[in-house]
């Protein structure tokens, strides 16, 4: 059987996200699994090569997993003839130099999310790379979670009548970093440095209400930072420059209205760190990143507003679980293997930087939506 060696060079691997889903749960377990098998029989058999600004990181780490190429320069790495695609998880505010540079050396890209601080640039990376003639993909890994996927199914298979709302709850604590460490980077909290809420939670929320949903044609946002001061990883406290939470409204065709609240300054008494409530006219669903639960129009119980007596009822108890009927491996590796047979064999993948880019309009419509203090129509951003 023929074993096509394809070489990726991955960039900001040291990185949470880097390392854990595209790294280990991703190219990784594609290696572990024997590759990636195409429609011609042929096996796709990932080759990384590690960039990274810490030569003692990316030294340790390419030891730990018996790995050899690894490089700080990656203008070299990408001058690579046997590397074929460009992966960027570095901070968000160093992406687009990077893309433009490995656009530029001819290498197909994909991306974490957001592609862009902004749309403009957003855009202007899609176009570059659709004239280069690569190839071109973004992240979009909430979509491939259990309990969406099966919500994706509930919406498919008609089971919600006329959809009327759908209400999303998302966040955690994160701590300060005073008396415990926090549990994500500093950069988050500091606008300067690419961090905020609205710009990594809305570039999520813009292909989830639309690849399950329908489009987005407006957004009203309040933001708020409402912790002003946090302490970074080494110990020095700063000042918050950036939204720690946004409470989002979206309306989408069909009359259907969004509400999202994405927050790092709650605490958590739900079932899942994010859920999403979806109301129609034949039934509901609540779905989280692993499960969904249903109540059928039929099924649907009365209760009477009293406030003199003691809730009788259990609500959750009148849900049904949904059942998985498939295998759901991790979310990221599905993506990536989707893009790697795009790549490989022309397979047809959706998630673009088209599809980035409205991601990005979206978190900065939000912004503006929060600064200006009113609703705002989001324009059709074309091809
Ligand atoms: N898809 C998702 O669910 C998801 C979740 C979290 C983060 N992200 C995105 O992934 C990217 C990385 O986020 P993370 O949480 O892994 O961050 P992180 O801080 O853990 O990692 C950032 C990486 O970028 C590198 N880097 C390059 N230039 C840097 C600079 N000037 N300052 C600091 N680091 C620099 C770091 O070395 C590190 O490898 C961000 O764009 C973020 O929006 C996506």
């Known amino acids: 059987m023929a074993r096509r060696p394809l070489g990726i060079v991955m960039n900001g691997v040291t990185g949470r996200m880097g390392y854990r889903q595209h790294l280990l749960r991703s190219i990784l377990a594609i290696r572990d699994q024997g ?21 003692d990181k990316l030294r340790a780490l390419a030891d730990r997993h018996g790995l050899t190429e690894w490089t700080t320069d990656l203008n070299a790495a990408l001058e690579r003839s046997d590397v074929e695609i460009y992966f960027d998880a570095q901070v968000t505010s160093a992406r687009a130099a990077a893309i433009r540079a490995a656009v530029a050396a001819g290498k197909h890209v994909y991306t974490e999310k957001p592609l862009a601080e902004d749309t403009g640039e957003a855009v202007a990376l899609a176009r570059l790379a659709d004239e280069a003639g690569v190839k071109h993909g973004v992240v979009q890994d909430k979509l491939f979670l259990p309990g969406l996927r099966k919500l994706k199914r509930l919406v498919d298979g008609g089971f919600f009548g ?74 020095k406290t700063y000042t918050c420059t950036a939204d720690d939470a946004a409470y989002g409204i979206f309306e989408l065709d069909g009359g259907i209205v969004a509400q999202i609240n994405s927050s790092w300054t709650t605490r958590v008494f739900r079932d899942e760190l994010v859920e999403f409530q979806v109301d129609g006219t034949e039934g509901s669903a609540v779905a989280g990143l692993r499960r969904c639960r249903v109540q059928h129009r039929a099924m649907t119980p009365k209760p009477v507003w009293n406030p003199d007596l003691p809730v009788t009822e259990k609500f959750r108890d009148q849900w049904q679980e949904v059942p998985d009927n498939a295998d759901f491996d991790n979310g990221f590796k599905v993506q990536w293997e989707m893009f790697l047979r795009h790549v490989a064999e022309d397979a047809e993948f959706t998630w673009d930087f088209y599809a980035g880019a409205r991601g990005v309009q979206l978190a900065e419509l939000g912004l503006r939506s929060w600064r200006e203090g009113r609703r705002i129509e989001i324009p059709d951003l074309g091809r």
């Open 35 to 55: 590759g990636l098998r195409l429609a011609d029989g042929t096996v796709l058999w990932p080759e990384p090569v590690l960039v990274g600004r810490s030569a």
């Open 162 to 235: 006329r959809i009327l709302s759908v209400r999303g709850e998302f966040g955690y604590w994160v701590f300060e970093g005073d008396w415990q460490e926090a549990q994500r980077p500093s950069w988050n909290y500091r606008a300067e440095d690419g961090g905020g809420i609205i710009l990594d939670m809305f570039a999520h929320w813009r292909y989830v209400l639309e690849d399950i949903f329908a489009p987005v044609r407006s957004v009203q946002c309040l933001g708020a930072t409402h912790i002003p001061e946090r302490v970074d990883e080494n110990g």
